[in-house]
């Protein structure tokens, strides 16, 4: 999950995916959410709570701004990480490397952590 205003480290998807041996474990993982089962169900709500949990966490240490609506912002954040697992294959051919590279996973959280801190809309009128 994403670190909201975090130190730019994400202890979630990311440092799984540097574990030697575990990409089977994440396949089998995603396909299991997107197969909607108990296990898909138990893994979904688990990384939603800890989704809930980071965003809470850097609201209370000020590093987050309130939202009007929490639980789609936690549901956001889960699936931008969730997205690039689910859909590795397709995101590697694009990245033309493996996603658990580590030039690729700072790549992956400096323009994550970027586009957390500083948006991506600009907004015409103020500039």
């Known amino acids: ?21 575990i990409e089977t474990a994440i396949v089998y993982v995603g396909r299991s959410m997107q197969d909607g089962g108990e296990v898909g169900r138990e893994w979904f709500d688990h990384m939603f709570q800890m989704s809930v949990a980071q965003y809470e966490g850097s609201l209370a240490a000020g590093t987050a701004r ?27 051919q694009k990245l033309g490397s493996n996603l658990t590279d580590s030039a690729v996973v700072q790549r992956w959280m400096r323009t994550e952590f970027d586009l957390l801190t500083h948006g991506l809309i600009v907004d015409k009128e103020k500039t």
């Open 1 to 21: 999950m994403a670190m909201v205003g975090g130190s730019g480290h994400d202890a979630g998807l990311r440092d799984l995916l540097g574990v030697d041996g």
């Open 66 to 92: 309130p939202s009007q609506d929490p639980t789609m912002l936690a549901l956001l954040l889960m699936a931008m990480d969730l997205g690039m697992v689910v859909l590795r294959p397709l995101v590697e």
